[in-house]
């Protein structure tokens, strides 16, 4: 086995630029199923990692309130004490669309004004910078009080600090600032940004609101293994009132999450599967090059026979021949690849890393091929006739 390894390399450096263009398809498969896969996947894993900081435990709940049939937020409510150990936190969501926002004489026509509840903070997972969220006391009392994303409190005011406990009027009806968010997004930091909202206590978006209805929900569960059990009895609750399923919906981000990982899973095989097929060119290309060397060496073969070599050693060296110039074309492929992963993710500004299951997977197929496609070459060696292969010029 030695010995047949030592006339491999012997066999592949003697014959440099035809072994290094046998190793090029077994190159470029390896290093293309590397670089398809291991970008997708770090593609995919920033748009599940956005989904994760909106909250793996949300559920939203949609529901299209009629006059005889209707959700309110007492039933909600009630909902979360018949079911207390399974959720955190609650919150109807009622948005003021197109309303006037001025300070002085500024005003602002894109920012979203939503009405929530004290739990909203934690859902969203925001930081206060200056002053307080809303409270129960504020929501139950309907007062005119807001928390503003730092957008606008800097666009009006100047600073977080000297927003809180100034005011600001919403189509006409003051408000006193009681908190400002902590920034969330320097890069989109402009008007109708991620810092441009207003938030006020839900019960007062209601009375403002056109049909007085709350038709959107968001709800937190304390655990994920919770979300199913939440989804199903809330979609219950919900045919009961409505008695069709069309004028309500359910949605937790751990269902979407799951939805997503499975279409990654189905995409990341495809591409590997198209990144394979460069890897089956290769083998053909190892395999033509191997009955080439084999016909080059029809005389060696003989002597060797002439000598006593049984059939097995000659196909082991054609074989072994194969594999190690796969196997080394796999391991240039897997540094080529490995490094122009790390720099494509640099220029998309993604974390991507080179997957081990690709690595394994691309390697294992380069040194797979050499064996398979490496095979018949050596089964036809190992059957010259020593006689004829000895005439042989």
Known sequence: MLQSFKLAIKAILSNKIRSLLTMLGIIIGVAAVIILVSIVAGYMGEMVKQFEEMGVNKISVFCR???TRRMNDSDMY???DEHPEWLDGLSPNVSLNNAVIKSGSENLDSTSIIGVSEDYLDIEKYTIEEGRGLVYADVVSRSSVCVVGSYVANTFYGSPDKAVSDSIKINGKPFTIIGVIETQDEDNFEEGGTDDFIWIPYTVATKMSRNGYINNYVLISSDTSYTNDITNELKKKLYDVFKNERLYNVTANSSIIKQLNEQIGTLTAMLAGIAGISLLVAGIGVMNIMLVSVTERTREIGIRKALGARQGVIMQQFVIEAAVTSTIGGIIGIVIGAL???SIGAMMEINANPTIWAVLLSF???VAIGLIFGYLPAKS????????????D
């Open 78 to 80: 009630n909902f979360w």
């Open 65 to 67: 309130n009629m006059s």
């Open 364 to 366: 294992g197929v380069s």
């Open 340 to 342: 122009a992963t790390k």
């Open 381 to 392: 060696a190992a059957k010259l006739n020593p006689i004829d292969a000895l005439r042989t």
